[in-house]
Nanobody, 119 residues
Framework: EVQLVESGGGLVQPGGSLRLSCSASGFTFSNYAMTWVRQAPGERRAWVARINNGGSNTNYADSVKGRFAISRDNAKNTAYLQMNSLKPEDTAVYLC????????????WGQGTQVTVSS
């Protein structure tokens, strides 16, 4: 059974940090690029960061560049999102998604983890 399970969300004050994890199982993790996407209430999903299957290439949305860092550990079948200098506008459900190398659409999605930035 294919699973992507996010964890690490929670309530944090502005300026704080959180580290999200996305644990994968049921597929060959190292063959998939990983993306973090977020969805705030009433808004469409927006991609946040992505990393290629080998971990050598990363990209970030302008809104998080310089504050967030995506990484992965293929030996642990896990992707991470380190979030620093959090702002209230970062409040959203954060989901991870896997895309097989060479394909366009995402193959698998996690269920999401809530991140709330508030004082």
């Amino acid at each position: 059974e294919v699973q992507l399970v996010e964890s690490g969300g929670g309530l944090v004050q502005p300026g704080g940090s959180l580290r999200l994890s996305c644990s994968a199982s049921g597929f060959t993790f190292s063959n998939y690029a990983m993306t973090w996407v977020r969805q705030a209430p009433g808004e469409r999903r927006a991609w946040v960061a992505r990393i290629n299957n080998g971990g050598s290439n990363t990209n970030y949305a302008d809104s998080v560049k310089g504050r967030f860092a995506i990484s992965r550990d293929n030996a642990k079948n896990t992707a991470y999102l380190q979030m620093n200098s959090l702002k209230p506008e970062d409040t959203a459900v954060y989901l991870c998604a896997a895309r097989l190398v060479g394909e366009i659409q995402f193959n698998y999605w996690g269920q999401g983890t809530q991140v709330t930035v508030s004082s």
